[in-house]
């Protein structure tokens, strides 16, 4: 049966899908539409602000939640909504996992997930990065470095095998002891996910460090397609032909050991370079075609928003981004159909061709207790950052997002107590925005949107759908 959102006229195959199920709301049947709509594309509005856009007085408004709260299909719709992916990706499993209350509840729990970030360099300068430029750990941090990130792998729970990965901050590749790291998580069951630029991912690498092999998942971060746009973006020569020599060699050595580490790219759009999608699917197509029984596994892409301030693109250039989006989306299918695509929350949408709101979040809308319950970064030093664009070395304002430092004697769970019981508050200040990523946005989004409704007197309903 087709979906009564996706029906030539979705009004009135809401009308007759009320009918049968539930038959005392069909009268409610517009402003059902009207509801679902609204959620399915901004998904941080308050229930107060609905319900005035609405025009309907508590009594309707608690009756119409109501309805949502028995018919699935209504929840269904705004979740297949332009902004669904803020609900699906992220709102509601940090929901249905409780972590959403463990934030407002102000809990001393381990942070639900938490990234290490073990490098101490990077042998690219790429010009998004607010890495700043010449700063990076001692080599001399290494030893007593490696030896904190082994005692967080040990202090984690394992009831969660995802509840840690590693990324950056800087390179973690750089770290030779990253490896005996990897293995010692997967020994206790975790399944981690390393993000890399790859360009250190050689036969010699993986030879002197053969617990990679252990990892989940690979995700290298693609800066181009050839060596011109990966000096433009990362201002390292020759750097593309490396990195492509590095996945391909990885692919056969994977197929050849029969390890089932997936691999993945992504890849971020950059103004007007959308025309080259068919390009990137071509190359993925190549990369795939050096393993057939394990072809490239998944694509995270995503579209750079910075430098506009509203986060909104010209009709034009999205109207060209929606044509070059459905060209990939074509090359994939007929070159490497079992390529996992994750379009994120901003593309999702210019596919569907509807404009959803894109969250942006400014320093008087961030929260100053932030989210340690959510999760944290933790680097070299045993620093334990609250946002995840924080962890780097020399960071101007980035040290006051620094929860406290793991070291011996005081391990993850101390710091989080103590930042907890300290009810420790960050006064935003301009620019502190850039240290939020796009999660750490739409938490931050959510968590004001719950707090304004139960203000609101909205409790039981807070937040719509969860
Ligand atoms: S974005 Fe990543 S690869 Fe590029 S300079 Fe920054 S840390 Fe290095």
């Known amino acids: 049966?087709?979906?009564?959102?996706?029906?030539?006229?979705?009004?009135?195959?809401?009308?007759?899908?009320?009918?049968?199920?539930?038959?005392?709301?069909?009268?409610?049947?517009?402003?059902?539409?009207?509801?679902?709509?609204?959620?399915?594309t901004s998904p941080f509005t308050t229930l107060e602000t609905a319900r005035r856009e609405l025009a309907v007085d508590r009594v309707v408004f608690e009756r119409l939640l109501d309805t949502f709260d028995q018919v699935p299909e209504l929840r269904a719709a705004v979740v297949a909504g332009p902004a669904g992916k803020y609900w699906s990706n992220t709102v509601l499993p940090l929901e249905s996992k409780g972590i959403i209350d463990n934030i407002l509840e102000r809990r001393t729990v381990t942070p639900h997930i938490v990234a290490l970030y073990p490098g101490p360099t990077c042998m690219f300068r790429c010009?998004?990065?607010?890495?700043?430029?010449?700063?990076?750990?001692?080599?001399?941090?290494?030893?007593a470095g490696n030896a904190m990130f082994a005692s967080v792998i040990d202090e984690i729970p394992n009831d969660n095998p995802y509840a840690m990965y590693v990324s950056g901050g800087l390179e973690p590749l750089t770290n030779p002891g990253l490896g005996g790291l990897i293995a010692r998580a997967a020994g206790r069951g975790f399944k981690m996910v390393l993000y890399t630029n790859a360009f250190a991912l050689t036969s010699q690498t993986l030879e002197r460090q053969p617990g990679l092999w252990d990892l989940h998942a690979i995700r290298t971060s693609m800066y181009g397609l050839n060596d011109e746009e990966y000096e433009e973006t990362t201002?390292?020569?020759?750097?593309?032909?490396?990195?492509?020599?590095?996945?391909?060699?990885?692919?056969?050595?994977?197929?050849?050991?029969?390890?089932p580490v997936r691999l993945g790219l992504s890849y971020i759009i950059l103004p007007g370079r959308a025309s080259r999608l068919t390009r990137l699917a071509d190359f993925i197509a190549e990369l795939s075609d050096a393993a057939p029984d394990q072809p490239i596994d998944f694509l995270n892409l995503r579209e750079d928003y910075s430098g506009r301030p509203d986060g909104k693109l010209p009709p034009g250039e999205r109207a060209e981004l929606q044509d070059a989006l459905n060209a990939f989306a074509e090359r994939v299918a007929s070159r490497i159909p079992s390529l996992n695509v994750d379009y994120g929350y901003a593309l999702h949408s210019i596919r569907s061709g509807t404009e959803a709101e894109l969250i942006r979040i400014k320093p008087s809308t961030m929260r100053p207790g932030a989210h340690i319950q959510a999760g944290v970064q933790v680097d070299l030093l045993g620093d334990v950052y609250l946002y995840r664009e924080a962890g780097f070395p020399g960071l101007k304002g980035a040290e006051r997002y620094i929860a406290g430092r793991i070291e011996p004697g005081t391990t993850l769970a101390d710091v989080?107590?103590?930042f907890v019981a300290d009810d420790r508050r960050i006064e935003p200040r301009d620019g502190d925005e850039y240290f939020l990523d796009g999660f750490d946005q739409a938490l931050t989004a959510r968590l004001n949107q719950l707090e304004t409704d139960m203000a609101d007197g909205w409790h039981t309903s807070r937040g719509f759908l969860r």
Do not use: I
Request: charged share 30%; with cysteine; glycine share 4%.
């Open 1 to 40: 049966m087709t979906a009564f959102w996706t029906a030539p006229d979705p009004r009135a195959a809401l009308r007759e899908l009320l009918s049968t199920a539930y038959p005392r709301a069909v009268a409610d049947a517009d402003l059902l539409l009207s509801l679902t709509r609204k959620y399915g």
């Open 416 to 418: 989080v107590a103590k």
């Open 127 to 143: 010009h998004f990065c607010v890495r700043v430029t010449g700063a990076r750990y001692e080599n001399s941090s290494l030893e």
């Open 235 to 259: 201002g390292k020569r020759k750097a593309f032909g490396r990195v492509k020599a590095n996945l391909l060699n990885f692919q056969k050595l994977r197929a050849a050991r029969e390890r």
